[in-house]
C-alpha cells in the first residue's frame, strides 16, 4: 500500500532530524502542523515551490561538510533515502 503525503512529509521530516538538517525540517513541520488531516490547495503550492531554483529542497545534500550529525560512511545510503522520499513527495503532491 502506498504512503499517504503526509506519511511522506513525515517519514522525510524524521530522516532530515536524525542528521540535523534544521531548515527543512522546519519547514515539513510547519507545514504539517497547519495540515493536521491533509494536503490544501495552497499547502500543495507551498511543497511544490520547496522543488525549484537554487536553494531548492532538492539542492539539499545530507554530508558532515554541511554540518550534518553523519560519520562520512553512511552519506550515501541517507542521500539516496533522501532522494527516494523527496522524489515521492514531489510526484504525490503534483499529482494533487
Known amino acids: 500500500m502506498a504512503k499517504s503525503t503526509r506519511e511522506l512529509l513525515t517519514e522525510c521530516k524524521e530522516l532530515l532530524d536524525s542528521v540535523d538538517e534544521v531548515f527543512w525540517s522546519k519547514k515539513i513541520n510547519a507545514l504539517l502542523d497547519h495540515n493536521p488531516n491533509k494536503l490544501n490547495e495552497r499547502s500543495v503550492k507551498q511543497v511544490l515551490?520547496?522543488?525549484?531554483?537554487?536553494?531548492?529542497?532538492?539542492?539539499?545534500?545530507?554530508?558532515?561538510?554541511?554540518?550534518?550529525?553523519?560519520?562520512?560512511?553512511?552519506?550515501?545510503?541517507?542521500?539516496?533515502?533522501?532522494?527516494?522520499?523527496?522524489?515521492?513527495?514531489?510526484?504525490?503532491?503534483?499529482?494533487?
Open 49 to 96: 515551490s520547496w522543488y525549484g531554483g537554487m536553494g531548492s529542497f532538492n539542492d539539499l545534500i545530507i554530508s558532515s561538510f554541511n554540518n550534518h550529525k553523519t560519520d562520512g560512511k553512511n552519506e550515501s545510503e541517507i542521500n539516496d533515502k533522501l532522494t527516494k522520499v523527496r522524489r515521492q513527495i514531489y510526484e504525490q503532491v503534483k499529482s494533487y
